[in-house]
């Protein structure tokens, strides 16, 4: 067992624990094991139970508000503390407010801290009054009324996508969609042979984001779609589906961090589009949610009910799915990353999926998992012979699918 983002050990009690119990209670909850050294021997404390009356007065005297946890007393002699995230956030030692990273516990800076703040007030950024009052929506007004029909645009319709209040004026949703802002938005760069080859390089800020959003799909036309002629008719074809890039840029801004003074990057290659949005997930969601389709915390919901209203997006949370489904039948699969400061999306070129045999399927599918691959290592696990799966490989080779590298006991074999 080692020490990880939720799980600390301590061989004997310092007050340096307590930063970390700060950290645990305003992200994501975690452990500190006492009695167990960095490298996760156990040692064992004295007596337990006077230990863990310290730990917890400790607690109770250096950490504010007061956070959520247990102590657990093991058989061999160690003492767990149980830290639940709270929801008082932000929980100080020593006037400072301290997150994991990784296994190491550190200050959280500026920006940080005030997300803690409006978080412990149930606060989302959007929601929070503009620093700009003038603000114009010619470029909503444009959008609403092509989408929803409506005939009079004014300040009662703001008012009903919670986009302004008589008490506080506008709020960051509306400055975000207003004409001019003061908001990063989109940085679209299309790349050559190398990425050192930049062959078009397009800013898109400081204006609603509503025009991001547009301008971006109009560059993804121009490098990843076209027509084909066919008789009188002209029909479009997408080299990456169009659906997956809107609900991946759509995502970006809804659910990126819009604190952060930076752009949502946009890298086109000739196999691939990389989007990467500033900020990691929101708290509360873990990966797995994020890639089924559960995210049910929106970090933008004033923007991202706008979003809905103009039928920009789909039910809340299926995003990921859209994406996925728009590469139904594709070999090549999008493909997602994530940590505490950014989201990445990868959007790979459609290549449909062979015609294959039963036998020819199962040998594809064990490279499409792990490649290159020798046959050794694939043999045992298709359950055929090794002068079938050989015969196979062949085939595979002679149809252009699978390609075969090195020679006599070193041959790999990859799909193309």
Request: hydrophobic share 35%; glycine share 8%; proline share 3%.
């Amino acid at each position: 067992m080692r020490e990880n983002k939720n799980l600390e050990f301590k061989e004997g009690m310092t007050n340096t624990f307590l930063k970390t119990v700060s950290a645990f209670s305003n992200y994501g909850g975690g452990q500190v094991v006492f009695g167990v050294d960095d490298n996760g021997k156990v040692v064992g404390v004295q007596n337990p139970k006077e230990f863990s009356l310290a730990v917890e007065n400790k607690i109770n005297d250096n950490i504010s508000p007061m956070p959520e946890y247990t102590l657990q007393i093991g058989a061999d002699n160690t003492v767990t503390l149980i830290v639940m995230e709270g929801t008082g956030k932000p929980y100080f030692y020593k006037s400072k407010a301290y997150k994991r990273n990784d296994t190491a516990t550190v200050e959280v800076d500026t920006t940080e801290l005030t997300r803690l703040i409006l978080e412990g007030k149930h606060i989302t950024f959007d929601e929070v009054r503009s620093k700009k009052q003038d603000l114009t929506f010619k470029k909503l007004k444009e959008w609403l009324v092509a989408k929803t029909g409506i005939e009079n645009f004014n300040t009662d319709t703001l008012k009903t996508l919670n986009l302004y209040s008589n008490e506080d004026g506008f709020n960051n949703a509306a400055a975000i969609l207003a004409d001019k802002n003061h908001f990063p938005g989109v940085d679209i760069a299309r790349f050559g042979e190398t990425i050192n080859v930049i062959l078009k390089r397009k800013t898109i800020g400081n204006q609603s984001v509503l025009t991001v959003y547009q301008e971006t799909l109009e560059v993804f036309r121009d490098y990843y779609t076209y027509e084909v002629i066919s008789g009188f008719a002209r029909e479009k074809k997408e080299n990456i589906p169009e659906e997956a890039f809107r609900e991946a840029i759509a995502n970006a801004l809804i659910h990126r961090c819009w604190d952060i003074q930076a752009h949502i990057k946009v890298a086109m290659f000739d196999d691939r589009i990389e989007v990467v949005s500033p900020g990691g997930l929101p708290s509360g969601i873990q990966k797995e949610h994020y890639l089924n389709g559960n995210l049910s915390v929106l970090r933008n919901p004033i923007l991202a009910n706008v979003f809905f209203r103009l039928n920009l997006v789909e039910i809340f949370g299926t995003g990921i799915m859209r994406i996925k489904e728009a590469y139904k039948g594709s070999v090549r699969q999008p493909e997602f990353e994530m940590d505490d400061n950014m989201i990445k999306m990868t959007l790979p070129l459609l290549q449909a999926k062979p015609s294959l045999s039963e036998s020819e399927e199962t040998v594809y599918a064990l490279l499409s998992k792990v490649n290159p691959r020798g046959i050794g290592e694939i043999v045992p696990e298709t359950g055929f012979g090794r002068s079938k799966v050989r015969n196979i490989l062949k085939g595979l080779a002679e149809k252009g699918i699978v390609v075969t590298e090195g020679n006599q006991r070193g041959t790999k074999y990859r799909l193309s």
